[in-house]
Each structure stands twice: as structure tokens, then as C-alpha cells.
């Protein structure tokens, strides 16, 4: 099985480099990790994310790992040049790297080089040479916010070299009770249901979040909708729910904003009530409808929104419903949200929505617009579910503490 997970790493290589050729995305994952030099370091906590969203799920344990333990330098890597590009500068850590490619050879010399005491990695991302390099090593191994499903390949009858890296974590600490038995049922019991990290980062940015002066003019005395995170399916649905509704304004943040995919959403808005961020120096008071044509906001934008619509949801999943719902807002999101336990749990309680088509999201978001007392009870449901979830981040810093 290791032969063939070898020539799997270096297939998803070749296929990446050769669609480098026409894509920058994968141009900057190839230029990334073909140019970096990796610095020495005496000691190190190595933090490892997939991407931008697993950075800042794992967020508040990077800070009070930098806090706690300042004789060891903090180097984060990155699998995404999504996630690398926005947090390369990152005040948190020391050094940010792309993660090299899973060879043995690139596994050893790199742990050799960052000499790490610990490493942490959010979520997912199960590479066997470097989780293989670190057990060999003696050096800890800790999943946080880990979440489990029994579609994954751990759980089939081919994941046996899976299960094999399972057993070189040093210890889990997972979001959710299936996840512990998932874990259980094939030997693995070094698990404690810590929750999820993300629960901690959203609510302590709910409490101080960064004024935006033209947002909050742009508001005024309106209700807002917000639309966060959105691809073209979504914003097609928002924009035929606008047509109802001229008594609010709308923000939508786009999830990738070059230069066509923000021409093609400006495309299906009022043009004279409509202005992008870039542009909002020359607000008027008859601007109805702002577009977000920059990265970083979103997590401030909330603070102004009555409704919240998260994007991703007609695709491969929807973005973070928790840094709107901390804010105390009901979210609505497409149909592709069963991985997504926050979502389910929202859902649930009544404070989200899923919706599949425009005519579900014009009878959700108008009854949600149009009647204050069932947009409050939902409201009121969305920032209880956030606020009586924070805590994992000091549960899992107690457990490392009192071992390293």
C-alpha cells in the first residue's frame, strides 16, 4: 500500500504541474514549494493547515501556543496557496512554509531542519512521511478539532496504511461523539471530545471586531443582508431575492474576486445602485447594494448584518457559518452542508436554513425579513449555539501543558 500511496503523491504532483501551465492557482502551489528555503531552527511547534479556513479554525491554539511557550520559534505550513498567500506574513508565526511534497526524503530533512517539540495539525491533512518522520522521532503528534465520517478511507477495508497513521498521532482531540467511536472502533483510544476550535476564534472576534466606517454609513438605518463567501450559484439566487426586497440593502463578499468574477456579479445588479468596496468613497444615500472586491472583511461585515447568506453550498460545501451566526444572525446556506456538523446543529436549532432552489430561498429569507419575531428567535438561537460552545482551545492547551 505504500508503493502505492508514493506513486499517488507523485501522480497528484504531475497532474498539478501540468495544470500549473494554464492555472495560477496551481502555478503558485508548484513556484511555492520549488523556491523556499527552509530555515534551521534550534526548537520549534510546528502548526500545519490545510488552507486559510483551517488556519483560522486552529487559530486560538497557534496564539496561546506563541504565548506559553516563547523559547520555541512557531512555524506554520500551508497544503493551499489559498491559505499560504493570505497568512505568509502572519505576525504568528516565525517562518510560514508550503508544506513540502509527502517523500520521505523531503519528511526528513525538513522536520531535521524546523527541529520541532510538537506538531499540530487542524482538522485533517494525513500525510504518512511526515506523521511516519515525527513518530519516528519521538516527537508529539496532535490532531485538534478533528471530525471524523465513515465515508473516509481510515474506516474501508483498502485504509489500512490510513489507520496506520492514525496510530502515529500522539493524541485526538476531536469535535463530536462519533467521531471518538469512529476512532474506537478500529483501535484507536487516545481521543478526547474537546469540540472545536473554531467556536473560540469567532466568538472572541464577535466581542471586538473591527469598526468599518463606510459599512456602517452604507447601512444606515436599514436592515442588511449579508452574503458571505459566495460563487456564482449562490449570487445568482441573491440576486433575484434583491428584486423583492427594496427596502433592505444587500452586501455580498464574493469567495474569489479577480477582476471577471467580480465584472460577472456587478453584471447582475441594478448598475446605478450598486458600487464596489474599492469605489465607496463616492457613496451616495441611493446605493442599495455594495460588492466586497477585497479579502479580509468578511469577519468584520458580520457585526452589520440582520440575515446571512453562506456561500458554497451549490458546490463542494458551504464556507464558515459559525463568524456569522457569533454575531447573533439567523444563516441561510444551499443543500451541500451534511459535512459540516456546525451546520446540521444550526439547522437543528432553527437558527439555519438550507435552501436548494430560489424559490426555497425566497419563502426562508422572506418570511426571515419580513417577520421580526421569527428573525429574533432565530438570532437569539444562532449566538446561544456559538457562545455555549467555546472552550476547546483551553481544554486542549491544558492537556499539552501538562505534558510538555
Do not use: C
Amino acid at each position: 500500500m505504500l508503493v502505492l500511496y508514493n506513486i499517488g503523491i507523485l501522480l497528484y504532483y504531475t497532474l498539478v504541474y501540468i495544470v500549473s501551465l494554464y492555472k495560477n492557482k496551481a502555478k503558485l502551489w508548484i513556484k511555492g514549494r520549488s523556491g523556499q528555503h527552509v530555515q534551521p531552527l534550534k526548537s520549534s511547534i510546528w502548526f500545519h493547515f490545510a488552507s486559510l479556513g483551517e488556519f483560522e479554525q486552529g487559530r486560538p491554539v497557534l496564539e496561546a501556543a506563541k504565548n506559553d511557550y516563547p523559547q520555541h520559534s512557531i512555524v506554520v505550513t500551508f497544503f493551499s496557496p489559498s491559505g499560504y498567500e493570505a497568512r505568509k506574513n502572519t505576525p504568528l508565526a516565525d517562518v510560514v512554509y508550503y508544506l513540502p511534497l509527502d517523500r520521505a526524503a523531503n519528511a526528513r530533512k525538513f522536520i531535521s531542519t524546523i527541529n520541532p517539540v510538537m506538531a499540530i495539525f487542524t482538522k485533517y491533512e494525513y500525510w504518512y512521511h511526515f506523521f511516519n518522520e515525527l513518530h519516528k522521532k519521538h516527537v508529539p503528534l496532535y490532531i485538534i478539532s478533528g471530525i471524523f465520517r465513515p465515508g473516509q478511507v481510515f474506516f474501508k477495508w483498502y485504509g489500512g496504511l490510513h489507520r496506520k497513521m492514525l496510530k502515529m498521532v500522539t493524541w485526538f482531540f476531536v469535535q463530536d461523539i462519533p467521531s471518538k467511536h469512529l476512532l474506537h472502533d478500529v483501535g484507536i483510544t487516545n481521543v478526547t471530545i474537546n469540540g472545536d476550535t473554531r467556536f473560540d476564534r469567532v466568538w472572541a472576534n464577535a466581542q471586538q471586531p473591527k469598526s468599518l466606517k463606510y459599512v456602517a454609513e452604507f447601512k444606515s438605518n436599514q436592515k442588511l443582508f449579508i452574503a458571505g463567501s459566495t460563487w456564482p450559484a449562490d449570487e445568482k439566487l441573491i440576486a433575484e431575492l434583491i428584486t423583492q426586497h427594496p427596502d433592505w440593502k444587500f452586501i455580498i463578499a464574493p469567495h474569489e474576486i479577480g477582476e471577471d468574477k467580480i465584472s460577472g456579479l456587478v453584471s447582475l445588479l441594478p448598475k446605478e445602485t450598486t458600487i464596489k468596496f474599492s469605489g465607496i468613497s463616492h457613496l451616495t444615500s441611493n446605493i442599495s447594494y455594495l460588492i466586497i472586491d477585497n479579502i479580509g472583511m468578511l469577519s468584520s461585515l458580520y457585526q452589520y448584518a440582520d440575515i446571512a447568506y453562506i456561500g458554497g453550498g451549490f458546490g463542494a460545501g458551504i464556507h464558515n457559518t459559525l463568524e456569522a451566526a457569533a454575531f447573533g444572525m439567523p444563516v441561510i446556506f444551499g443543500p451541500k452542508y451534511d459535512k459540516f456538523k456546525e451546520a446540521r446543529d444550526l439547522v437543528e436549532l432553527k437558527a439555519g436554513f438550507s435552501i436548494s432552489s430560489q424559490d426555497e430561498l425566497n419563502t426562508v429569507a422572506g418570511v426571515l425579513m419580513t417577520d421580526e419575531a421569527a428573525r429574533y428567535t432565530a438570532a437569539i438561537a444562532a449566538k446561544n449555539y456559538v457562545q455555549q460552545n467555546v472552550g476547546a482551545t483551553a481544554a486542549i492547551m491544558k492537556y499539552i501543558k501538562e505534558r510538555h
